[in-house]
């Protein structure tokens, strides 16, 4: 499962080469038309923001068990609303991975939600320098 916009790339990608279904995860905001379509399948996980963004997944259903990729973690409030919001419709996470994280605000989501968070690189918060 990938969040979008560009987390979808890199989750498809993922999907692809370990021949596993990916599901996308797509944003809605209130003030958008496209806000009071639903379809019948889908669930819609609140990330916040000021334009009241959602998260909307179809294709994941109770029991399901996946992965999350998104592009970058930065405060890790997005990271930690899907992990609950999943959570809430009892579906198991494996693991989250990002490309990058900035911050250490993914490892207090991690803990907190009791599930590994990776990623390829780690920045320091101000997103330009390197970390180990």
């Not at 029991?63 to 592009?71: E, L, S």
Request: some cysteine; hydrophobic content about 40%; proline content about 5%.
């Amino acid at each position: 499962m990938s969040l979008e916009p560009a987390g979808t790339p890199w989750g498809f990608m993922c999907a692809d080469t370990l021949r596993m279904t990916h599901v996308t995860g797509w944003v809605v905001k209130e003030n958008h038309p496209a806000y009071q379509i639903r379809f019948q399948d889908e669930f819609r996980i609140g990330v916040g923001g000021p334009f009241g963004r959602q998260l909307c997944f179809r294709g994941t259903k109770a029991g399901d068990r996946v992965v999350v990729v998104d592009d970058v973690i930065s405060t890790g409030e997005t990271a930690r609303a899907v992990l609950e919001g999943l959570r809430l419709h009892d579906i198991e996470v494996a693991g989250f991975f990002a490309i990058a994280t900035k911050g250490d605000g993914y490892k207090k989501v991690a803990e907190s939600c009791g599930v590994p968070i990776h990623s390829l690189v780690h920045l320091a918060a101000d997103g330009k320098t390197f970390l180990p």
